[in-house]
C-alpha cells in the first residue's frame, strides 16, 4: 500500500473526529436569556483589488498563533508541537479538543476540508471554475481574516444595552458604510466602559473566500443559539421585534453580566492582539472600530440580556460562552 494512499485514510479518520469534537464541545444552558442582533454584509463582491493567497493562520484569545497551510495547495501545519510538512496528518486533533472546539477549532475544520478537497482531487483541480470563471480569478478572492470577540461586562454597564437598542433602531445594515458605523459604534461603546469590563475572548484567523460566507454563518449561528429568543433585530436592512410577550429594556438590577459578541469578516489581516489583559482588549477593540467599510465584509453584533428585567447569572456567562477569560 503506497504512502500516498495511506495518507488518504488517514485524513478520512480524522475529519470524523473532527467534527464530533466541533458537534458535542459546548453544551447551552438551558435557560438561556433573551438577546439583540445587529448584522449585514454580503460575500458576493470580489475584494477590491487582487491578492495572492498564501496559508492563512489562526489565534486564539491569549495570544497564541498558528500557522496554517494554503487551501488551494498542500500545504502543512505548523503549532504547539512544531508539526509541518505538506498534506494532512494527526496534528490536527491538537488544536481541536486543546481549545475546547470554538472558533478556532471551526476555522481549523474548514482548512481540513479544503486540504481533503485537495487530496482527492489533485493539485490540478482543486477548485474547477463555476460560469467561465479562471481558476485564477477565483484564487485572488482571499482568504478572509474572520474575527471573533466576547465580552462579559459588569450589569451596570446597561447604558451599554440602550446604545445598542439605539443604534439597532437607526443603522443603515443594508450597506458597508452603515455595518462600519455599527462596528465604530459598537467599538466605541465598550471602550468607554473599561471598569465594567470582566470577562473577554478573542480569536481571530483566515478562510478561503469560497467557505468564508459558510464559515461566519456556521459562527453567527452558534451564537445566536445561546439566546431564547432576539427582541432587537436590525439585520441586512430588516429590522423586526421578536414575537414574545417580553420587552426589550435593561437587565434587572439583580443580574451579574451582560454578554456582547463581535464577529467581523475583513478583507484585510486584522493583526488583533488579543484579549488576555484590559491593555490587549483595548487595542483590539481600537483596530477593530478602524476597519473600513472597503474592507467589511460582514459584521454581527449580539448581545444578552436584553429582556427587560432578565437576569444572565455568572453561571449562565460561563456554561454560554466557555472561552472566556478572567482579565
Known sequence: MSARLLRRMASLLVLPV???????SHPLPADAASGGRIGGGSFRSAPSGPRG???????????RSYGGGGYYGG????GRGGYGGGGLGFPFIVPIFGFGGGMFGLLVLMAVV??????????GSALPSSGGGSLASVAADGPVTIAQLQVGLLSSARDLQ??????????????????????????LSLLRNPDLWVYANLEEGQVPFLSAESTFNRLSVQ??????????????????AGSSALQAGSSDATSDYIAITLLVASRRRLDLKGSTSADDLRDSLQKLGAVGSEDLIALEVIWQPE????VL????LLTAYPQLQHL
Open 114 to 123: 479544503g486540504l481533503l478537497i485537495n487530496a482527492f482531487r489533485g493539485a
Open 18 to 24: 473532527l467534527v464530533g469534537g466541533l458537534l458535542f
Open 162 to 187: 440602550a446604545d445598542l437598542r439605539r443604534l439597532a433602531s437607526s443603522a443603515d445594515t443594508s450597506s458597508s458604510e452603515g455595518l462600519q458605523r455599527v462596528l465604530q459604534e459598537t467599538s
Open 53 to 63: 493567497y498564501g496559508g492563512g493562520g489562526y489565534s486564539g484569545g491569549g495570544g
Open 75 to 78: 500545504g502543512g501545519y505548523s
Open 313 to 316: 447569572s455568572t453561571e449562565e
Open 223 to 240: 451564537e445566536r443559539s445561546k439566546l431564547s429568543r432576539e427582541l432587537t433585530v436590525n439585520v441586512a436592512g430588516s429590522r423586526s
Open 307 to 310: 429582556g427587560a428585567g432578565e
